[in-house]
């Protein structure tokens, strides 16, 4: 006697989807669809849950975990609330149903539709198929409004990023605004203040190292931020002449906001690209200066002639 195959039930919730109400929220589906497989007298269900993932692609643990018992054998019917809890990608959709599913012999369900893989009729197919499109739509619509809406405000100069540069924090009354740390912007101060006295951005990390002061992102960490940064290359991030020259070079600090300098191409990729400096949004006046302009446009000239020393060097 071989074992029983699993009846999967798969609930997926995105933050967006919570919006929607009740009727949405994992608890939900999962009485609905045991109800659905009681009443049909399906046994060994076995729950797949994607709670906080979103359907515009299918790179979810639950999900993957699901794929890999079906390919494992273990799975013969999988059963979802709605086509919209399974995905919202219209070719991915379309792949898993047309495709694997098929392919390895799995019998597939959406309940709110009334799709059944086993007894689809040719105009069961169609409407999948156009509730897909709209679906995938949605996502695509939803996308827009986000860009539009994260785009119109760094136009006005209000914050849209996760983390703050070092020498600033969010305000706790408005998260759209920046004000000043004030002990990171003394470190600031002082880095100005050192490379105006002759010191390279070397020299300046290994004197913020002697001195004990947590590098970027060490602090951001101590500050109780989970940030992480592909940069840090040790348990204990320290200084180095790379992230002290981001801060000399960096704009923030004359109380201009940059942003925008990166993109996606579209919503159903992550790919970042970065766009050219004449698309990047540039408010002056948004915050507190910590560096005046005097000194900052005489940093620059400074690491512009540091370049050109380095290119003209000859080894002998």
């Not at 045991?34 to 979103?54: F, K, M, P």
């Not at 059963?79 to 599913?101: A, L, N």
Request: glycine fraction near 6%; proline fraction near 2%.
């Amino acid at each position: 006697q071989t074992e029983e195959k699993i009846t999967a039930l798969y609930e997926r919730l995105s933050r967006d989807d919570d919006v929607a109400g009740d009727s949405n929220s994992i608890l939900n589906q999962k009485r609905y669809l045991e109800s659905y497989a009681a009443q049909r007298g399906y046994t060994n269900i076995v729950h797949y849950t994607d709670d906080g993932w979103s359907g515009g692609n299918f790179d979810r643990p639950a999900w993957k975990r699901l794929v890999a018992d079906i390919e494992a054998g273990k799975v013969n019917c999988v059963v979802v609330k709605d086509q919209s809890r399974f995905g919202r990608d219209y070719i991915d959709v379309g792949k898993y149903k047309e495709k694997i599913f098929p392919k390895l012999g799995v019998r597939f369900i959406t309940i709110n539709e009334g799709y059944d893989s086993l007894s689809a009729t040719s105009s069961d197919d169609l409407a999948f198929t156009i509730n897909s499109f709209v679906y995938d739509f949605y996502i695509r619509d939803i996308s827009t409004k986000i860009r539009t809406n994260l785009t119109a405000k760094k136009q006005n100069g209000e914050y849209a990023g996760a983390f703050v540069a070092y020498g600033y924090v969010k305000d706790s009354n408005d998260k759209s605004k920046l004000v000043v740390d004030q002990f990171a912007a003394d470190v600031v101060r002082d880095i100005f203040r050192w490379k105006i006295e002759g010191l390279s951005p070397q020299n300046i990390a290994v004197r913020l190292n002697e001195l004990g002061i947590p590098s970027p992102a060490e602090y951001k960490k101590l500050s109780g931020s989970n940030y992480k940064t592909s940069f840090q290359t040790s348990s204990k991030a320290v200084w180095s002449h790379v992230s002290v020259r981001r801060i000399l070079k960096n704009e923030i600090y004359l109380g201009v906001m940059i942003q925008g300098k990166r993109t996606t191409p579209n919503y159903k990729t992550k790919t970042v690209v970065t766009k050219a400096e004449s698309e990047w949004l540039r408010v002056e006046g948004t915050h507190e200066a910590i560096i005046s302009v005097r000194d900052f446009e005489l940093v620059q000239e400074l690491l512009r002639d540091d370049t050109h020393c380095r290119a003209g060097d000859v080894t002998v």
